[in-house]
């Protein structure tokens, strides 16, 4: 998504889901702040001191059965459809739909040990709502 993403994540074996997203939010804003500020010049309208990447709070959802990881996974592919951002969920470049669907990896890091299964219909069945 252009302004927010989703995360399907486990618990983490140390710490707790809050510092899993703060240093996940750190380190990207440090990352696009440095490269925004080093190309900045004078009168530019960015004020490299003074932007904040992120809103201070991200949402959770404890999804503890199959059947909630499955809704879940589900809402997060067909999003970037349901925006009008692109014509299907296998579309989306930082999606992890095709590796559900097809098996195929992608730009989105998948823990092959214990994936989420997504279930249903494949793809060409899909019609979007």
Request: aromatic fraction near 10%; hydrophobic fraction near 40%.
């Given at each position: 998504m252009p302004e927010h993403f989703h995360?399907?994540?486990?618990?983490?074996?140390?710490g707790t889901q809050s510092t899993v997203m703060q240093v996940l939010k750190q380190r990207f804003a440090r990352r696009i702040l440095r490269s925004k500020c080093r190309n900045s010049?004078?009168?530019e309208l960015w004020e490299c001191d003074r932007v904040h990447v992120w809103q201070r709070r991200f949402y959770d959802f404890m999804a503890l059965s199959e059947k909630k990881k499955i809704e879940k996974l589900r809402y997060i592919h067909r999003n970037?459809?349901?925006r009008g951002l692109?014509?299907?969920?296998?579309?989306?470049q930082w999606s992890s739909f095709r590796?559900?669907?097809f098996g195929e990896p992608g730009p989105v890091f998948i823990d092959t040990k214990k994936p989420a299964e997504?279930?249903?219909?494949?793809p060409a069945d899909v019609v979007s709502r």
């Open positions: 995360l399907l994540i486990t618990e983490p074996e140390r010049g004078q009168g970037p459809v349901k692109v014509a299907s969920p296998e579309l989306w590796f559900y669907a997504m279930r249903g219909p494949r």
